[in-house]
């Protein structure tokens, strides 16, 4: 009796000079519909307002083919709030990703590590003690910096205080929401002690919003998101075999421990910047790469799928706070109503498991 071996079939690779990747269509198809469906998303939120632009225009005009009339409200009036939703989701998106790649576990954002908590709570405590000067902060360059700062300053410390001879992805998590919790509280504290006018003007920042964006504060996040994606993207490739465990990565010469070390490091920076350009906008860092994972039918959340989820779930739900609601709302209220039913999902399937 003759018995036929029958091979596994593997994805086909493809390679480029000194780099080879794996050729995965479903994926590709995936990552150009969220491109696709971002850029309608993009292009009919800077079209709505009080005076507003037909599709066919607004994309005339991106082109440089537009009226002047229509140029002026699209590029002067309307373009640092799409394009400051863009940098963000893709920001967020991509944070979240690498947070939860590198803990192994879809609870794992900056929101429950506590970046976005203490981004929130250095800027509160600017703006709080600075009495008169809060406007003048709030309307410069003090105010994201400082959020960068102290996004930077948690994420390293929930990473120094989880290390234990390597970090553990379940410890990471627990001290994360443990940092978040005590941020919280001085938040609140700083909240409570403080002057009324610069309690309602550090409320305003806190609930997450892309209104009124100005075109530094663009370029900005801009320039140092590409500088952080393009970082990623070096070191991604090294980051690939350690979802397969640390011993099989060591055996392939991959310095986890750095590699890990950067990424996260990458992903703080990411959520910084997100935070410095439109406050701490809850829930997208962890439903955008859960969303995308589902879509491309990946074991592990892809980086610019990812990125791209996160930037058409913010940017959708701007444009819902704009028109779909009676009045006009911070877009952090519509993504929160959003994440929360689905953060207690993932509790619930993960209970189930």
Not at 37 to 65: E, H, M, W
């Amino acid at each position: 009796m003759n018995v036929t071996e029958v091979k596994p079939s593997l994805p086909p690779g493809v390679r480029l000079g000194r780099v080879s990747f794996v050729w995965r269509p479903w994926l590709l198809c995936v990552t150009l519909l969220l491109a696709a469906a971002t850029f309608l998303v993009f292009c009919v939120s800077i079209g709505v307002g009080d005076f507003p632009v037909g599709l066919p225009q607004v994309i005339a005009t991106l082109f440089g083919r537009g009226e002047q009339v229509d140029e002026f409200v699209i590029m002067d009036l309307r373009m640092p709030r799409a394009l400051a939703g863009l940098v963000v989701g893709i920001a967020l998106g991509v944070s979240g990703a690498l947070t939860q790649s590198i803990a192994r576990n879809p609870l794992a954002s900056p929101d429950v590590l506590g970046i976005t908590s203490g981004a929130s709570a250095v800027a509160v405590f600017l703006v709080t003690v600075s009495g008169g000067t809060a406007a003048a902060i709030v309307n410069s360059a003090g105010l994201p910096a400082a959020a960068l700062g102290g996004g930077l300053g948690t994420g390293l410390l929930v990473y120094f205080l989880a290390w234990r001879r390597g970090v553990d992805g379940f410890r990471l998590i627990l001290i994360g929401i443990s940092v978040s919790a005590v941020m919280e509280a001085i938040t609140t504290w700083l909240l409570v002690t403080a002057d009324i006018r610069d309690v309602a003007r550090a409320q305003a920042w806190l609930v997450g919003s892309l209104e009124d964006r100005s075109w530094g504060e663009v370029r900005t996040a801009l320039w140092c998101g590409l500088v952080l994606l393009a970082v990623v993207s070096c070191v991604a490739f090294q980051f690939r075999p350690m979802h397969f465990g640390d011993e099989v990565a060591a055996g392939l010469g991959v310095r986890y421990g750095r590699v890990r070390a950067v990424l996260l490091l990458c992903a703080v920076l990411l959520a910084g910047v997100a935070v410095s350009a439109a406050g701490p906008v809850p829930f997208v860092a962890l439903v955008a790469p859960q969303v995308a994972m589902r879509l491309a039918r990946r074991p592990t959340p892809p980086m610019v799928a990812s990125g791209l989820t996160g930037a058409l779930l913010l940017t959708g739900s701007d444009l819902i706070a704009r028109t779909a609601l009676p009045v006009s709302l911070p877009v952090g209220v519509v993504t929160a109503a959003i994440g929360g039913p689905f953060l207690v999902y993932l509790l619930v399937r993960a209970n189930l498991r």
